[in-house]
């Protein structure tokens, strides 16, 4: 049987289940910024130290340049930019929100820009289901550790 006639069935879905992990990270930042804190991943915490706060940790909890990091290291589908995207525009909609941001608005905000482009897999797509779909939830070294507290008004800049 020729391998390269197997890449489709193990790629299929996979666009699905990276959005779904970007919407299960970007939840997990969502609950610390709930907090008035921000977390990097295991291991990117001198990365952060040295790039800062940026946007993503004021709206989402989680510095964006991580987030965008670790979904393109998760991308098996050609998705990342599609992502990326989505997650962009929903970090620039809640950082234009300021103080008004909610935990709830924030995580209707993410799932709608993700839905326009990729519709996430359900949740229960996990690994060691029926399909073989790969976990959602972040490798050790990716499990985000919390960092400094943050104000309570998100801001595009913080220190």
């Known amino acids: 049987m020729n391998p390269r006639a197997k890449a489709p069935a193990r790629r299929s879905g996979a666009a699905a289940r ?10 997990a930042g ?16 001198a990365r952060h130290r040295s790039r800062g706060h940026d946007i993503g940790c004021a ?6 340049h991580e ?16 992502i990326t995207d989505a997650l962009d525009e929903a970090i620039g909609e809640l950082a234009r929100r300021g103080s008004a941001w909610s935990i709830l608005d924030a995580h209707e905000v993410i799932g709608e820009a993700l839905e326009r482009r990729i519709t996430p897999a ?20 990716e499990k985000p550790r ?14």
């Open 18 to 27: 990276l959005a779904r992990d970007a919407l299960d990270w970007s939840t």
């Open 30 to 45: 969502l609950e610390r910024r709930a907090q008035g804190r921000c977390g990097a991943p295991t291991g990117a915490e």
């Open 59 to 64: 709206a989402i909890g989680m510095p964006r």
């Open 67 to 82: 987030l965008v990091r670790m979904i393109g290291r998760a991308d098996a589908a050609g998705a990342a930019g599609l």
């Open 122 to 141: 359900p949740a229960l797509a996990r690994s060691g289901d029926a399909t073989g779909a790969r976990t959602s939830e972040p490798t050790n070294s």
């Open 146 to 159: 919390p960092s400094r507290v943050m104000t309570a008004a998100p801001r595009a800049r913080h220190g």
